[in-house]
């Protein structure tokens, strides 16, 4: 599923028009974004938690070269599965 597909379901099952939809989808991630962005762990009751985790500078080696370079320190995004979802996926 694309986020097309999702504004379309949302719309169907809400019976709203897709632009109505689609300003609902944005709204939540753009939400979502927002707090991940201000280092917030997100977390849906039933579905699961978003985290930022950071990750350290570091040294690494090209396999080619040999050569090492420096990776510097970033941060990601982490999804873990609530129970009940991951019970869900077993059914």
Do not use: C, H, W
Not at 19 to 31: A, C, H, M, T
Not at 35 to 41: H, K, R, T, V
Not at 46 to 60: D, P, Q
């Amino acid at each position: 599923m694309n986020k097309a597909k999702l504004i379309e379901i949302v719309a169907e099952k809400a019976e709203i028009t897709k632009k109505d939809s689609g300003y609902i989808v944005n709204l939540i991630l753009d939400e979502i974004t927002a707090s991940l962005q201000a280092g917030e762990s997100v977390k849906i009751s039933g579905f699961g938690n978003f985290l930022v985790k950071s990750r350290e500078a570091r040294i690494a080696r090209n396999p080619m070269t040999k050569e090492e370079i420096q990776v510097p320190a970033s941060k990601k995004v982490s999804f873990k599965a609530s129970d009940v979802l991951k019970a869900s996926l077993e059914e």
